[in-house]
């Protein structure tokens, strides 16, 4: 494993839902990145994290909201999100340029 | 605008054969290029780092070369088990950051 834990796994929200995407990691980096990856099309980087302080939004719309606690944790609030908000969600740390992926989190927005 | 072409094809391959994947760019001077794995269902796993002043770089059965005036990498599988199926990206640096820019992948199928 690489190191980078998220959590759940597998997550089916209705529209007017709110729900959290957690990230962990342990391998002391200092960045933390928030992906989108939809089908046939390349990972979109959504929001960076240097030393806990956002450092990259990337015109993602509001209904997405990180937080970074800390330098090991990062969250993603969901919260009236719309079906096309369905994808696979990754965290990742990094160091020196090398990003490292976790398992991510498969969202169904219904 | 900047671009990162891979063929978005899947490359079919035989057991034991080279497998060559193509990762092509336009409107960028990366620091260096990335290589990852990504299984279904997975986040993508680093392969291999090749900076801009390097032609060429091995780990085991991979090899990567970089091209900056082609603007191309070649990222190679030699001895291709049924293993190595998965999808390949490349990814770039951005402007000298910590962020990376990925391309679309190409998945590899290795068949006995």
């Known amino acids: 494993e690489t190191g980078v834990t998220q959590t759940p796994r597998h997550l089916v929200m209705g529209m007017t839902n709110k729900k959290s995407l957690k990230c962990e990691q342990h391998?002391?980096?200092?960045?933390m990145y928030w992906y989108k990856q939809s089908a046939k099309k390349p990972l979109e980087l959504m929001f960076v994290?240097?030393?806990?302080?956002?450092?990259e939004n990337n015109s993602v719309p509001s209904r997405f909201s990180p937080e970074c606690p800390n330098s090991s944790h990062l969250f993603l609030h969901l919260h009236t999100l719309q079906p096309e908000d369905s994808a696979l969600y990754l965290c990742?740390?990094?160091?020196?340029?090398?990003?490292?992926f976790g398992p991510g989190t498969r969202l169904t927005v219904l | 605008s900047q671009k990162i072409e891979q063929n978005s094809e899947a490359l079919n391959i035989q057991e034991g054969k080279t497998a060559t994947l193509t990762c092509n760019y336009t409107?960028?001077?990366?620091?260096?290029l990335q290589w990852y794995r990504q299984d279904p269902g997975r986040g993508p796993v680093f392969l291999l780092l090749?900076?801009?002043?390097?032609k060429e770089k091995r780990k085991e059965r991979l090899k990567v070369t970089f091209d900056t005036t082609l603007k191309q990498s070649l990222f190679h599988i030699t001895a291709s088990q049924p293993a190595d199926s998965a999808t390949y990206l490349c990814?770039?640096?951005?402007?000298?950051?910590?962020?990376?820019?990925f391309g679309t992948g190409t998945r590899l199928q290795v068949f006995p």
């Open positions: 990742a740390s990094g160091s020196v340029g090398v990003q490292f």
């Open positions: 391998l002391g980096h200092n960045a």
């Open positions: 994290y240097s030393l806990e302080e956002r450092v």
């Open positions: 409107n960028y001077s990366p620091a260096y």
């Open positions: 090749i900076r801009e002043n390097e």
């Open positions: 990814a770039l640096d951005s402007h000298n950051t910590d962020k990376l820019i």
